[in-house]
């Protein structure tokens, strides 16, 4: 089993920016790849940047530029930095591991709020 857990959102005004940090536990796991979706009220869940376990990332047109995603694999760890906020940002943001094997796991999300 493995569990992972969201921290880091909150309020912030538009230009502004935060960090999202993820972290995967567990046991005798191995992560593929790692990702932040986020899903805005009445909208569907998007990806908004995605991780291997080598480096590559992925982004969305609309964060490119202004988030940044990276990784600690010894920690299981991946972070979001998400920097000159706009209030379409605003969504619940969730991480995702891509466990080798065994599939794939969701965080229970965490809120981000930009204020205009």
């Known amino acids: 089993q493995v569990q992972v857990v969201e921290s880091g959102g909150g309020l912030v005004q538009a230009g502004g920016s935060l960090r999202l940090s993820c972290a995967a536990s567990?046991?005798?796991?191995?992560?593929?790849?790692m990702g932040w979706y986020r899903q805005a009220p009445g909208k569907q869940r998007e990806l908004v940047a995605s991780?291997?376990?080598?480096?590559?990332?992925n982004y969305a047109d609309s964060v490119k530029g202004r988030f940044t995603i990276s990784r600690d694999n010894a920690k299981n760890t991946v972070y979001l930095q998400m920097n000159s906020l706009k209030p379409e940002d605003t969504a619940v943001y969730y991480c995702?591991?891509?466990?080798?094997?065994?599939?794939?796991?969701w965080g229970r999300g965490i809120q981000v709020t930009v204020s205009s």
């Open positions: 995702h591991a891509e466990v080798r094997i065994w599939g794939g796991y």
């Open positions: 567990g046991s005798g796991f191995r992560i593929n790849s």
């Open positions: 991780i291997t376990s080598v480096g590559s990332t």
